[in-house]
């Protein structure tokens, strides 16, 4: 029995070794940040798209809301590890602001490369902050 429970053992770590990482940051903090980044992205988004006459921008309200919820759910441990609200707002406006810049980049700049290297980074942030939710 004590070399199956070796063996199990043995399975399970390799099992463990061989996982994915899980996506996003492992600490709480980190965690926080990123659905603050995300939330301001979001929120970036919902404005150009509207700004731009594109619709409503009803996708990336629902994407905003998600990140918010996930965002709420971890706040109080957030708040335990020491991180305060007003940290977390000024990331949020930061990374608004900077989705922002990508987007006026992609639609009025006069340079090409420099368009379509910031229709690709908005493109990307906005990406990695989708997939951070289910479905």
């Known amino acids: ?28 903090v980190e965690r926080a940040q990123l659905f603050a980044d995300c939330a301001g992205r979001f929120s970036a988004e919902i404005e150009f798209t509207w700004l731009m006459q594109r619709g409503d921008g009803a996708t990336d309200q629902t994407l905003r809301a998600g990140v918010e919820a996930l965002l709420a759910a971890i706040l109080p441990d957030a708040r335990a590890a020491g991180l305060d609200g007003i940290a977390l707002r000024h990331r949020r406006i930061a990374a608004k602001a900077a989705q922002a810049r990508l987007r006026h980049g992609a639609q009025f700049g006069t340079d090409p490369r420099r368009a379509t290297r910031a229709r690709l980074l908005a493109s990307r942030h906005r990406a990695a902050c989708a997939a951070l939710l289910p479905g």
């Open 1 to 28: 029995m004590g070399s199956l429970r070796i063996f199990l053992g043995g399975a399970v770590l390799a099992l463990a070794a061989a996982a994915p990482p899980a996506a996003g940051p492992a600490q709480t």
